[in-house]
Nanobody, 123 residues
């Protein structure tokens, strides 16, 4: 359906910043909400941030609120996650995903997933 490709991950020092991108292709004629999740090594995937189709509504996990900003540019079919004040505990593989729900933090509501991009924060 919709193919998603994440990019922008890498190694950064604690307190630094990264901006992740998620490029969508395929069934981009359909409206969909989008979200970012992360897979912490050894534990289950967790919600990070979500955004509605229009970009007018956003949601954030408490652990990243005030540090991360989600946005999207539908003309470019791209979603972004600006990550500031990074901490070692932010180290994970970050995934983007799409949902038919307007906006949701629930993983079960997401149907299309990217392959992930590694973010490593050193102390």
């Amino acid at each position: 359906q919709v193919q998603l490709v994440e990019s922008g991950g890498g190694l950064v020092q604690a307190g630094g910043s990264l901006r992740l991108s998620c490029a969508a292709s395929g069934r981009t004629f359909s409206s969909y909400g989008m979200g970012w999740f992360r897979q912490v090594p050894g534990v289950e995937r967790e919600f990070v941030a979500a955004i509605s189709w229009s970009g007018g509504s956003t949601r954030y996990a408490d652990s990243v609120k005030g540090r991360f900003t989600i946005s999207r540019d539908n003309a470019k079919n791209t979603m972004y996650l600006q990550m500031n004040s990074l901490k070692p505990e932010d180290t994970a593989v970050y995934y983007c995903a799409t949902t038919a729900v307007l906006i949701t933090t629930t993983p079960r509501n997401y149907r299309n997933w990217g392959q992930g991009t590694q973010v490593t924060v050193s102390s």
